[in-house]
């Protein structure tokens, strides 16, 4: 019931305050990605938790809260990491008509792109690894298949680096 430029004033005050980003779509085509919406972060997961009215619920490991909650959070130190940092890099997360899914697809300028997958978990299974290798196929430019994840450990399934979320950042020069 609210009016569509009243929100958009809305979000735009969040981004213009640091309050939260858009993290855009991703498309090799800028207006087939300005079709897109845009997935909006938060800048602190505890509002975006007490806005969504999940704040009472507790953040267990293994539960779909609390990976939502990691994500987050990476995502955010990525971008804060790159803003901060002046990195220029070109963040956007990728889905496809098929609700197939990449996290976080980070554009860095004389590097590869690196198509990300976080999980909240330490272990990684291999279809995760699979799904992610499913886009390396198609990708146009050079690219690095990585899942970020609680692992202590860094290892490799197929094509995908697996490795704790903190090295992700640093091998991404994030960091």
């Known amino acids: 019931g609210v009016d569509d430029k009243t ?24 207006r087939k990605r300005q079709r897109v919406a845009p997935k909006f972060y938060l800048m602190d997961t505890g509002v975006k938790r007490a ?11 293994g539960t779909y809260c609390y990976g939502k909650a990691f994500e987050h959070r990476v995502i955010l130190e990525a ?6 940092g ?13 609700d ?29 690894a699979r799904k992610l290798e499913q886009f390396l196929k198609d990708w146009k430019r ?7 994840c609680l692992a202590s450990t860094t290892q490799s399934i197929g094509r995908c680096d697996v490795m704790p979320w903190r090295q992700g950042l640093s091998d991404a020069g994030l960091i």
Not at 79 to 84: D, E, G, L, Q, V
Request: proline share 7%; glycine share 4%.
């Open 100 to 128: 197939a899914e990449i996290d976080l697809v980070i554009e860095r300028p004389g590097n590869k792109d690196l198509l990300i997958e976080i999980k909240s978990s330490p272990q990684v299974k291999e279809r995760d």
């Open 7 to 30: 929100v958009r004033q809305f979000f735009s005050v969040l981004e213009d305050t640091l309050g939260g980003f858009s993290l855009p779509s991703y498309h090799r085509s800028v």
């Open 51 to 61: 806005m969504e009215g999940s704040l009472r619920i507790p953040l267990e490991p």
């Open 86 to 98: 002046k990195l220029d890099y070109k963040m956007s997360y990728l889905r496809t008509k098929d």
């Open 79 to 84: 971008w804060w990491a790159n803003h901060y």
């Open 142 to 148: 050079p690219a690095l298949a990585q899942i970020w």
